[in-house]
């Protein structure tokens, strides 16, 4: 099993949501703008057209639903990402990460050309503080007790971007994805995260495979301030 596999449901997992981050050797991208392009990518592929009633992607998407929503985060450059974008999937760009998510597929069944790809070599950095979040995105707290990878981050930032999306009403989903599904991942105060994980959002909690403790919080999720949303979260004000 890879470090950036997660998985947070109980039943035997039978699928897994392929991420793939494109990681130039010359110009990688932000951790940052990894992670929040990751929670982007997975809403939408939530969202889609092909994901729901007679898509084409349908029928996986709820078999995975039903099961573990288990990700795994792999790299691509150059050729590899250009092999990677042929597949059937969804492309989405944040500042200047670039990451492209798949309809799940089994275990064991990984396309040849995604299978090839590597989990390692996802480390990130932040080369400044990231900037304030813009009013009304929804904020993903991660845990400040952590040292993860960014690739499992942004697994995780997925799940809790998952979870958020799962609460929602279908009219709050509306805005949300017409406004462009503004969110933000950042790091929790380490003085509010007990408060974060009890306040009643939602909350990912880790199975434990790879790198951290079965049962850890890992992010919580905070509603974004859109259409006519009455879970406004404070904690982050």
Same mark, same amino acid.
């Given at each position: 099993? =890879? =470090?950036?596999?997660?998985?947070? @449901?109980?039943?035997? #997992?039978?699928?897994? *949501? #392929?991420?793939?981050?494109?990681?130039?050797?010359?110009?990688?991208?932000?951790?940052?703008?990894?992670?929040?392009?990751?929670? %982007?990518?997975?809403?939408?592929?939530?969202?889609?057209? @092909? =994901?729901?009633?007679?898509?084409?992607?349908?029928?996986?998407?709820?078999?995975? /639903?039903?099961?573990?929503?288990?990700?795994? $985060?792999?790299?691509?450059? !150059? +050729?590899?990402? %250009?092999?990677?974008?042929? *597949?059937? !999937?969804?492309?989405?760009?944040?500042?200047?990460?670039?990451?492209?998510?798949?309809?799940?597929? #089994? *275990?064991? !069944?990984?396309?040849?050309?995604?299978?090839?790809? /590597?989990? =390692? !070599?996802?480390?990130?950095?932040?080369?400044?503080?990231?900037?304030?979040?813009?009013? +009304?995105?929804?904020?993903?707290?991660?845990?400040?007790?952590?040292?993860?990878?960014?690739?499992?981050?942004?697994?995780?930032?997925?799940? +809790?971007?998952? *979870?958020?999306?799962?609460?929602?009403?279908?009219?709050?989903?509306?805005?949300?994805?017409?406004?462009?599904?503004?969110?933000? $991942?950042?790091?929790?105060?380490?003085?509010?995260?007990?408060?974060?994980?009890?306040?009643?959002?939602?909350?990912?909690?880790?199975?434990?495979?790879?790198?951290?403790?079965?049962?850890?919080?890992?992010? $919580?999720?905070?509603?974004?301030?859109?259409?006519?949303?009455? %879970?406004?979260? @404070?904690?982050?004000?």
């Amino acid at each position: 099993m =890879s =470090s950036n596999e997660t998985d947070i @449901r109980d039943e035997k #997992p039978q699928f897994v *949501l #392929p991420l793939v981050v494109r990681i130039e050797r010359a110009e990688p991208p932000a951790r940052t703008d990894a992670l929040e392009t990751a929670a %982007r990518a997975v809403l939408e592929i939530l969202a889609d057209d @092909r =994901s729901h009633g007679d898509g084409e992607w349908a029928q996986v998407m709820t078999d995975w /639903q039903d099961a573990r929503i288990r990700k795994v $985060v792999r790299r691509a450059r !150059g +050729g590899e990402w %250009r092999r990677a974008e042929a *597949l059937p !999937g969804i492309t989405v760009t944040g500042a200047a990460a670039e990451v492209r998510v798949f309809p799940p597929v #089994p *275990l064991d !069944g990984w396309p040849k050309e995604l299978a090839k790809l /590597q989990v =390692s !070599g996802t480390d990130l950095e932040d080369p400044a503080a990231p900037a304030a979040p813009r009013p +009304g995105a929804a904020l993903l707290w991660l845990n400040p007790d952590l040292d993860m990878s960014a690739g499992k981050a942004m697994a995780q930032a997925g799940h +809790g971007a998952q *979870l958020l999306w799962w609460a929602m009403p279908e009219a709050d989903r509306k805005a949300w994805r017409e406004a462009g599904f503004p969110l933000a $991942v950042r790091t929790a105060d380490p003085a509010r995260w007990a408060e974060l994980t009890t306040s009643g959002l939602p909350v990912v909690r880790d199975a434990g495979f790879t790198e951290i403790a079965p049962g850890s919080c890992t992010v $919580v999720s905070a509603f974004p301030e859109l259409g006519r949303l009455d %879970r406004i979260d @404070r904690l982050g004000d």
